[in-house]
């Protein structure tokens, strides 16, 4: 099966989160040699309009065209599974996964099934503001029983800088920030948070962060190493 498969990831939006995807998905595979590791082609589409502005604004439809174009592409190469690392552009998933004829892991959904699994009840969801009023994470979290939270004007006004003015200039994002985001989502009564943005995932890594926070990127790094028939990493 390994040598028939190959996984590929349509990025571009926010390179450097494409980049830290991809060692996600090098890091959870069972490998000690090259030819060990899953076969992968990176699609870095950069010139992907911004998925947040493009919600907001209700102008869609450029912006699925072309990321339907980068899934056919990504299809044509001969991959057998594609993720797409930004949360914000699941909005379309869906509609593209009609369109296209192997599989779409869909990040959000998988993020709440790990958190279902896990017992969980009352989840944040840290996200832009385009993830948050679209509810794609409010949907998939209340199909499964639980209540997600979305944080308090203030906070999500934070969690915009960290990803704007900070992660996507190359800064390493601000503990400050962030600090303040924790202490007002538990004091909410929530008993985890997902990292429902990419720059988010960039922030972890310069920022280790407790069990309390579930990565839905480094979830769907899991989720393509098995898909795609390879061995997870258990240590």
Known sequence: MNGRT??????????????VFYQFVLDSTDAVRDQEHLPTIILSDTQIPDRTS?????????????????????EHCGCTAITIPCNTSHYFVDRLQEEVGIPILHMIRLAAGVLARQGKHRPAILATDGTIQTGLYTRECGALGMEAVCPDPASQ???????????????????????????????????????????????????????????????????????????????
């Open 6 to 19: 190959k996984l590929g990831i349509l990025g571009g939006m926010g390179p450097q989160a494409t980049q």
């Open 54 to 74: 493009a919600i907001l604004s209700g102008q869609t439809e450029a912006l699925y065209q072309q990321l339907l174009s980068s899934a056919k592409l990504l």
């Open 157 to 235: 006004k934070l969690i915009m800088s960290i990803i704007y003015d900070e992660i996507k200039q190359g800064e390493a994002g601000s503990r400050e920030k962030f600090a303040h985001v924790d202490r007002a989502i538990r004091e909410a009564g929530c008993d985890c948070a997902i990292l429902g943005c990419t720059e988010l995932s960039v922030f972890s890594t310069h920022h280790p962060l407790p069990p309390f926070y579930l990565d839905a990127m480094a979830v769907l790094a899991a989720q393509a190493v098995t898909a795609c028939g390879y061995p997870l990493r258990t240590i």
